[in-house]
């Protein structure tokens, strides 16, 4: 289902003003943020100071994240005295995939098969319980992020009769803006940053990149870009548009 | 409830594999009945009506579905999600798993989640 931006609303692009409207519209119980283990922890320390230690903060645990992330995770829960609900990929399906393909299938047959099971699977369960979600993407992480909005249907979730909000507050932010506000306010951070790891994933899925290279380089190179059959691309001659 | 299928034919006039797969699952369950009209999105050529259709409603991938209900406009372009939201008819865990795999090819964001 194709998702709709709320074009008409006032523009916020304040982080912080985002979250406050999110909160205020949403309350603690409908509505919580998809915490990473990466940069994305600014959200957690936003809110933290808007709605204190009842932030509503929920994490993907593929099994395959690095140690360091695991630790992280624990870091955050003790700095801002919170509860991280750590979402688990279903036993059965992941057993499955496990014993047909083994532990290392993406990179045989692409990381979608393992992401739908360790990922996807667990968050839509998670966003079935809620009517809002807010998440870290921002407008530069990668190409099909450019015209992210701060607030969108999220149309990817949403079923008939039951739509579901996605708020993007750092949709407008950039890396360095991110990072600015990690420095200045001391917020705690996964150290595979310092390792040279911008976008940080699954264990064998993330690697190191040099500071020229985007951050999606360093997930899943081992995939081929422009394999994209599905896409409409008219030899090239249609601008390429994000499907929200 | 009217209901568009677009599917796309490649720079090499061959039908794209992932359409030719939602046509022949829309033909085993006997839904193909249920759609109005199929359009074809030509790589070839950008006034094709598919192309012109993916350009106004913002879609950047084939196959999809247009559903006009109710004087609203859904498009949907993960096929189980269609089905199960037009159709009806609860998922099972096989479904449920092939969709999120769609998810991920509708959403490519959804990965770095």
């Known amino acids: 289902m194709r998702g709709k931006d709320f074009a008409d609303s006032p523009v916020r692009t304040d982080p912080r003003e985002v979250l406050e409207d999110a909160f205020r519209r949403f309350g603690l119980e409908r509505l919580a943020i998809s915490f990473s283990g990466a940069e994305d922890v600014v959200l957690v320390d ?23 992330t695991y630790r992280f995770l624990e870091a955050v829960r003790e700095r801002y005295g919170i509860e991280i609900e750590v979402l688990s990929p279903d036993a059965a399906q992941l057993e499955r995939l496990v014993r047909t393909k083994g532990l290392f299938s993406f990179y045989r047959d692409g990381h979608a098969e393992c992401c ?22 921002r407008q530069d992480q990668s190409v099909t992020r450019t015209e992210l909005p701060v607030e969108q249907v999220d149309s990817a979730f949403s079923m008939p009769g039951r739509l579901l909000t996605k708020f993007n507050p750092l949709a407008h932010w950039r ?21 040279g790891m911008r976008s940080i994933g699954c264990e064998p899925c993330t690697r190191a990149i040099a500071a020229h290279q985007h951050e999606r380089e360093g997930r899943w190179w081992w995939e081929n870009d422009d394999d994209k059959e599905c896409g409409l691309h008219a030899q090239n001659r249609i601008p390429a548009r994000a499907v929200a | 409830m009217r209901i568009t299928f677009v599917k796309k034919v490649l720079a090499s006039g061959e039908p794209c594999a992932k359409c ?83 998810l991920l090819r509708a959403h490519p964001d959804l990965d770095l989640v």
């Open chain 1, 175 to 195: 890396s360095e803006d991110v990072w600015a506000y990690i420095r200045e306010h001391d917020v705690p951070y996964n150290p595979l940053h310092d390792q």
């Open chain 1, 116 to 137: 739908a099971v360790r990922k996807i699977q667990p968050l839509r369960r998670k966003l079935g319980e809620l009517e809002a979600w807010i998440t870290g993407q």
């Open chain 2, 20 to 102: 030719r797969d939602v046509e022949e699952r829309l033909e085993r369950s006997g839904l193909m009945s249920r759609i109005d009209r199929v359009v074809v999105a030509d790589e070839r050529d950008e006034t094709s009506e598919g192309m012109r259709l993916a350009r106004r409603h913002n879609v950047d991938r084939a196959p999809f579905f247009i559903v006009l209900s109710d004087e609203r406009t859904t498009v949907y372009t993960v096929y189980l999600k269609f089905v199960r939201d037009v159709f009806g008819g609860e998922p099972t865990p096989g479904s449920e798993l092939e969709e999120a795999r769609d």
């Open chain 1, 46 to 68: 936003m809110a933290s100071r808007i709605v204190g230690r009842n932030v509503p903060v929920f994490s993907l645990d593929t099994g395959r994240l690095h140690a360091e």
